[in-house]
């Protein structure tokens, strides 16, 4: 699995071809698209182990145009035309809509006043070639929000946002869009910690959060949300709320940020 090949090419648009050249025999074609800051040092990379050390970092991401990767198995490389799909590590969640029915409850009359929204146990950085593991190997507020990791994020608005505000019981249909890594994880696990999204703000000046576990996370993949409020939330954000505290919604659709581009290699 040494390096047979490789090229960087610049200012593809639209459909474009890309010619290689290569020995003969089975070959591993790999493409890494959206390089931050230049291109990648390819002179680390000599064997097939070493692009599977090749990281994304959330630092580097921006949804309007994700960092993309593919690979394709060649039996017995020839002249032909190749077919590579590129795709994004990152998923989408959407907030499409929330409301407050406190109703049968003491604060039945209350607002919830959202102050704001983040993920906590996001994936911050992956290896999209590892065979090694299919989740982050590196995470972002995690069990709690970090305000100052997230202000160093050059997107930090990926990770946090203002809230809604006063939430009653006339839905809000307000679409915000968060970002991070996909996470398979459908349950804490030591290391793996589920991802969630989070509502924080005060019912009547008590401080209080719904935390919303996220289902397993696939790449390219967007979570969308319509959220019912029903009762207090809880006093942690890591601590999820009783059964039934939030009636959840989701639709999981297909996330695609900008028009596919066609590329011939």
């Given at each position: 699995?040494?390096?047979d090949?490789?090229?960087?090419?610049?200012?593809?648009?639209g459909?474009?071809?890309i010619y290689?050249?290569?020995g003969?025999?089975d070959r591993q074609m790999?493409?890494?698209?959206?390089t931050?800051?230049?291109?990648?040092?390819w002179?680390?990379?000599?064997?097939y182990?070493?692009?599977?050390?090749?990281r994304?970092?959330?630092?580097?991401?921006?949804?309007?145009r994700?960092?993309l990767?593919?690979?394709?198995?060649?039996?017995?490389?020839r002249s032909?035309?190749?077919?590579?799909?590129?795709?994004?590590?990152?998923?989408?969640?959407?907030?499409?809509?929330v409301?407050?029915?406190f109703s049968?409850?003491?604060?039945?009359?209350?607002?919830?006043?959202?102050?704001?929204?983040?993920?906590?146990n996001?994936?911050a950085?992956?290896?999209?070639?590892?065979?090694?593991t299919?989740?982050?190997?590196s995470?972002?507020?995690?069990?709690?929000?970090?305000?100052?990791?997230?202000?160093?994020?050059?997107?930090?608005?990926?990770?946090?946002?203002?809230?809604?505000g006063?939430?009653?019981?006339?839905?809000?249909?307000?679409?915000?869009?968060?970002?991070?890594?996909a996470?398979?994880?459908?349950?804490?696990?030591?290391?793996?910690?589920?991802?969630?999204?989070?509502?924080?703000?005060?019912?009547n000046?008590?401080?209080?959060?719904?935390?919303?576990?996220?289902?397993a996370?696939?790449?390219?993949?967007?979570?969308?949300?319509?959220?019912?409020?029903?009762?207090?939330?809880?006093?942690?954000?890591?601590i999820?709320?009783?059964?039934?505290?939030?009636?959840?919604q989701t639709?999981?659709?297909?996330?695609?940020?900008?028009s596919?581009?066609?590329?011939?290699?």
């Amino acid at each position: 699995m040494e390096l047979d090949s490789y090229q960087q090419v610049t200012g593809l648009v639209g459909r474009s071809g890309i010619y290689a050249l290569s020995g003969s025999g089975d070959r591993q074609m790999a493409a890494v698209s959206g390089t931050p800051g230049g291109p990648l040092a390819w002179t680390d990379i000599q064997t097939y182990g070493s692009l599977e050390k090749v990281r994304f970092s959330l630092e580097e991401e921006d949804p309007l145009r994700p960092r993309l990767y593919g690979e394709n198995y060649l039996e017995d490389a020839r002249s032909r035309i190749v077919f590579l799909r590129l795709q994004s590590m990152l998923c989408s969640i959407r907030i499409r809509s929330v409301c407050a029915d406190f109703s049968g409850h003491p604060y039945a009359d209350a607002s919830f006043n959202n102050d704001k929204l983040y993920l906590i146990n996001a994936g911050a950085e992956c290896l999209p070639f590892s065979k090694d593991t299919d989740g982050p190997v590196s995470w972002i507020n995690q069990g709690r929000l970090d305000s100052a990791a997230v202000a160093r994020l050059p997107r930090p608005e990926m990770l946090l946002q203002e809230g809604y505000g006063a939430v009653g019981a006339d839905r809000i249909h307000l679409e915000k869009d968060f970002y991070c890594y996909a996470n398979p994880a459908e349950e804490d696990q030591l290391g793996s910690p589920v991802t969630r999204l989070v509502l924080e703000g005060d019912i009547n000046g008590i401080t209080c959060y719904y935390p919303i576990s996220l289902p397993a996370m696939e790449p390219g993949v967007r979570y969308q949300l319509d959220l019912t409020l029903t009762r207090m939330g809880s006093p942690d954000p890591d601590i999820p709320v009783e059964s039934g505290t939030v009636l959840v919604q989701t639709d999981i659709l297909p996330w695609i940020s900008h028009s596919p581009e066609t590329l011939l290699f």
